[in-house]
C-alpha cells in the first residue's frame, strides 16, 4: 500500500474518531444543535424513515425521545476524490448500544455516514440509522 493511501485512511480513522464523539454527544445532550452537523441537502434515512434537508431531519430528530448512545466498533475509510467530485469525503461505520429516555432496554443499533469537508468542517451528506433487530424471514 502507498505512503498515500496509508495516510488517507488513518486521516479517515481520526476523522471518525472525532467526528462519532461530536456527533453522539450532540445527539444525546444538545439534539436541538444537531442539524448544524448535515449538509442543508443532507439525507436522514432513519429505520426506514427518509427526510431531505437539515430543517427537516432536525425536527425529526426532535420528535425522538432523549437517548444515550454508547459506541462499541468504528470503521471508516476514504471515498476516492475522483468520484466525489474532488471533495474529501469519508464513509464512517458505526455501531453500538442506545437507550432511550421511554424505554430502558438497551437495543443495538449501526449507523453509516457520508461525510464531506465544507469550509474547514465536517459536515453529513447522508446518514443511514438503523436499530438491529432479528430478521425474520
Known amino acids: 500500500m502507498s505512503e498515500v493511501v496509508v495516510k488517507n485512511v488513518d486521516s479517515a480513522c481520526e476523522t471518525a474518531e472525532?467526528?462519532?464523539?461530536?456527533?453522539?454527544?450532540?445527539?444525546d445532550n444538545s439534539r436541538h444543535?444537531?442539524?448544524k452537523l448535515y449538509l442543508d441537502t443532507g439525507l436522514l434515512v432513519w429505520n426506514g424513515n427518509g427526510i431531505n434537508g437539515s430543517d427537516k431531519?432536525?425536527?425529526?430528530?426532535m420528535d425522538l425521545p432523549g437517548s444515550t448512545h454508547i459506541l462499541k466498533t468504528l470503521d471508516a475509510q476514504p471515498i476516492a476524490e475522483t468520484?466525489?467530485?474532488?471533495?474529501?469525503?469519508?464513509?464512517?461505520q458505526?455501531?453500538?448500544?442506545?437507550?432511550?429516555?421511554?424505554?430502558?432496554?438497551?437495543?443495538?443499533?449501526?449507523?453509516?455516514?457520508?461525510?464531506?469537508a465544507v469550509d474547514g468542517k465536517w459536515k453529513i451528506a447522508?446518514?443511514?440509522?438503523?436499530?438491529?433487530?432479528?430478521?425474520?424471514?
Open 18 to 27: 472525532e467526528f462519532t464523539r461530536v456527533y453522539y454527544k450532540q445527539v
Open 33 to 35: 444543535l444537531t442539524s
Open 57 to 61: 431531519i432536525q425536527k425529526f430528530l
Open 83 to 92: 468520484v466525489v467530485s474532488n471533495k474529501l469525503t469519508y464513509l464512517i
Open 94 to 116: 458505526a455501531c453500538g448500544d442506545v437507550t432511550y429516555q421511554n424505554d430502558d432496554i438497551k437495543k443495538p443499533f449501526q449507523q453509516t455516514f457520508l461525510i464531506v
Open 126 to 137: 447522508s446518514d443511514c440509522f438503523r436499530l438491529q433487530v432479528p430478521y425474520n424471514n
